[in-house]
């Protein structure tokens, strides 16, 4: 829950490993074993999900907007992210 949370800001997932009380490393992997994705492809999957909702809720948000909301640097780095992760451009 805590990795859902504040998408627009920048986490340090060592921590969230330390709010729930443990090393960094044993979170990784245990999440890693739970999800079968690390902490931080979780974190960027759950960002790329809402950018799809503001999209697709919000049509008069230009891409500079969503990544803006989200916490990416500029909306060139959100739309590469974006299509990484999606396999489309944001755009489509």
Request: aromatic share 14%; glycine share 4%.
């Given at each position: 829950a805590l990795l859902d949370t504040e998408l627009g800001t920048e986490i340090d997932v060592s921590s969230i490993a330390e709010r729930v009380g443990m090393p960094y490393e044993t979170f990784?992997?245990?999440f890693q074993k739970?999800?079968?994705q690390s902490p931080a492809q979780y974190r960027t999957r759950r960002r790329m999900e809402a950018?799809?909702?503001?999209?697709r809720y919000s049509p008069q948000m230009t891409n500079r907007q969503v990544a803006e909301t989200l916490g990416f640097a500029d909306?060139?780095?959100?739309?590469?992210?974006?299509?990484?992760v999606m396999g489309i451009t944001p755009s489509v």
């Open positions: 990784r992997k245990r739970q999800t079968g950018a799809c909702e503001l999209l909306e060139f780095h959100f739309s590469r992210r974006f299509r990484q």
